[in-house]
């Protein structure tokens, strides 16, 4: 196909993709999908290869890029079938985040497949909201290992009864799931209407070339990147379980047009649950990559041929059962990525920018709101400063790198739960020094009216956003109880606590590094 033909059809599956998007914010019911947008959309062709996605998280939809083929392949759904999973160690990342796939048909054979991944923010886990301190992945919640939702367009009405015995908020869980399949048929009937209009031939022809064009261009960035090894090692403060200090070490080796990333000497798996699953992994690897392309670049299976990524069964960042991954798909993710710039900088000093906020600020709430007479599971990840670049300054109070979702916002937390907003503002200061400034922080403080479970999993408390080229690095984040008739109390970056009526929670969130000398 010509470029201008392979532009036509990139949007058009593209389009498709956010048509999915849209149709699941609009229909679901829980605030972290409908108001965060804590979900991603994608295409597969018939052999389960990436094609298309929206612009939604990048930790899904490059986790959705390695596992879906081979999802497919072992159960090989057909017209009317929609799998569901989430099981970390088949396809999934962390158990809140379900996987729904359904593939489409004409003439009876299939001619692409459809997904999405949404954050539940409940699946059933020992602690409110599913985002516990754990040590095993059984204590994280019910693990869905891939099957079958819906066989020939019939629900599976008791794996349906089972999902909602599992968790604190069934009806929530019931419509977030029913959201996730309408959004497919959405893009069924999108994919049906483009072989309607341009036929069978044309659709498998335009998705081949798209791969090979995609590759051709990721060969293309990578060439720019010296010949040479590259390595780095960044750190996690801890594991919530005792562990602190968790190296992550990686040797990027570039080659013409390849490139390598070896894991080796990164930490063996820990006790807590910030252990990483390969898909997320591997999703980290391919952001990181990802942002040497040009911003209108073609992204999709082919992009990520010439990449091989090499790590140890066991280690904290290809774990295997039984280790806990809660905190692997949002804190160890978002590390990873700082590893990877850390490389590629030495190799492209006047690209990459000084390290982000490096943590997503996890914070999961849930109760009895007496007021609704209802259990309410609420979770929220948070922005902070994007590390300054080498010609600009970073931007302030934005969720970066791995996430990229919303805060949930002000007037929707109260009408959902029984607890408000009492402070929310940029963390001015927090960014680092340089001749190019890192972003500041933020400010998010809750006051709680009934007594809650809580439990925040954070990173950056310690280990400070690094700068570049003499740039100051950003300030750390902070995590602060207020109780009445108690001085303020600063929490440790992991922890489960129960807060009274009245009791005062506030984040503040890790700035930016600098770039260049102040």
């Known amino acids: 196909m010509k470029q201008l033909e392979l532009e036509i059809f990139h949007n058009l599956f593209a389009s498709i993709c956010d048509e999915m998007g849209v149709a699941l914010c609009r229909s679901s019911f829980s605030p972290n999908i409908k108001e965060r947008k804590d979900f991603s959309c994608a295409l597969f062709d018939p052999h ?9 998280i990048p930790v899904h939809l490059g986790s959705m890029a390695y596992a879906a083929g081979a999802v497919i392949a072992e159960h090989n759904p057909r017209a009317g079938d929609v799998l569901i999973f989430n099981d970390p160690y088949e396809g999934g990342t962390h158990l809140p985040d379900i996987t729904v796939l359904e593939a489409v048909e004409t003439n009876g054979k299939v001619i692409g497949y459809l997904a999405n991944r949404a954050h539940h923010s409940d699946i059933g886990g020992i602690t409110a909201a599913s985002m516990p301190l754990s040590r ?48 497919l048929h959405t893009g069924r009937e999108r994919l049906r209407e483009t072989v309607r209009h341009y036929g069978e031939h044309c659709l498998t022809t335009a998705m081949n070339d798209l791969v090979e064009y995609a590759e051709r261009t990721s060969r293309a960035a990578i060439r720019l990147i010296p010949d040479g090894t590259y390595a780095f090692e960044d750190v996690l403060d801890d594991d919530g379980a005792g562990a602190c200090d968790i190296p992550i070490r990686l040797c990027m080796r570039k080659r013409d047009d390849t490139l390598t990333v070896d894991f080796q000497g990164t930490s063996q798996a820990v006790r807590g649950n910030v252990n990483c699953p390969m898909p997320v992994t591997v999703s980290a690897v391919y952001y990181a990559v990802r942002c040497l392309f040009a911003r209108a670049a073609i ?3 082919g992009s990520f041929i010439p990449l091989t990524i090499e790590a140890e069964e066991g280690s904290l960042v290809r774990a295997v059962y039984p280790s806990a991954v809660a905190a692997g798909n949002v804190e160890t993710s978002t590390r990873i990525v700082d590893a990877m710039f850390g490389a590629l900088t030495q190799a492209l000093p006047e690209r990459i920018p000084a390290a982000s906020q490096g943590t997503m600020n996890n914070l999961a709430i849930g109760g009895f709101d007496t007021d609704r007479g209802r259990n309410f599971a609420y ?32 007037e929707s937390i109260a009408l959902h739960y029984p607890f408000r907003i009492t402070a929310y503002a940029i963390r001015r200061g927090s960014g680092g020094a340089g001749r190019f400034r890192g972003g500041d922080g933020l400010v998010r403080e809750l006051a709680v009216g009934v007594p809650c479970e809580c439990t925040l999993i954070t990173e950056r408390r310690v280990h400070a956003p690094w700068g570049l080229q003499g740039g100051r690095p950003g300030a750390t984040g902070r995590n602060l109880l207020y109780r009445k008739g108690h001085p303020p109390q600063e929490l440790p970056a992991k922890i489960t606590l129960t807060l009274e009526p009245g009791d005062r929670l506030r984040v503040e969130t890790p700035g930016g590094g600098g770039f260049g000398q102040p």
């Open 48 to 56: 389960g290869r990436l094609i298309a996605q929206a612009a939604h």
């Open 136 to 183: 095993h992945i059984d204590e994280e919640g019910m693990r869905i290992a891939p099957q079958r939702l819906l066989v020939g367009g019939q629900w599976d009405t008791q794996l349906l009864a089972w999902i909602r015995e599992q968790v604190r908020t069934p009806e929530e869980r019931d419509g977030d799931l029913r959201a996730q399949v309408a959004a």
């Open 299 to 301: 992204v999709n299976h």
């Open 379 to 410: 979770y929220e990840t948070m922005g902070g400063g994007m590390g300054a670049r080498p010609h600009a300054d970073g931007m302030s109070a934005v969720h970066t790198h791995m996430t990229n979702t919303m805060n949930t916002p002000v």
